[in-house]
């Protein structure tokens, strides 16, 4: 509880609204799950609209492999890092935990701006 000063130096206990504290305690709830349910990882809308294109469905493993491949590669200081997952080629940035672009993988590709890679099993 919070004390408060009033008058002639005269301490106060502080009231807060009980709809106050039954938000912030509802507002906890929200944010575990959340927590709890997503792997941690964001698709740009770009990166979403390729994946939608050539069909391609990523499962929670999948953004998870992705998300710890992210944070190995932030780990050693990269912020623009290339992800070779199966067949997969995505730009990622270690900085926004966001996943930027995806493309096919194919011989020839060439990928700029980048400052990493990272094989992904």
């Not at 809308?45 to 294109?53: F, Q, S």
């Not at 020839?108 to 099993?121: E, M, Y």
């Amino acid at each position: 509880m919070v004390d408060k000063i009033v008058g002639n130096q005269k301490v106060a206990p502080s009231r807060q609204a009980p709809a106050t504290r039954a938000k912030a305690g509802k507002f906890q709830a929200i944010l575990q799950n959340q927590l709890a349910g997503k792997p941690g990882i964001k698709l740009s809308a770009h990166a979403e609209k390729r994946l939608r294109e050539r069909n391609i469905t990523m499962t929670v493993q999948d953004l998870t492999r992705i998300r710890n491949a992210v944070e190995a590669a932030a780990a050693k200081g990269t912020r623009e890092v290339l992800l070779v997952y199966g067949d997969l080629s995505l730009i990622a940035s270690t900085v926004n935990k966001t996943v930027v672009t995806a493309v096919a993988r194919e011989e020839g590709s060439v990928f700029t701006n980048i400052d990493g890679a990272v094989i992904i099993k």
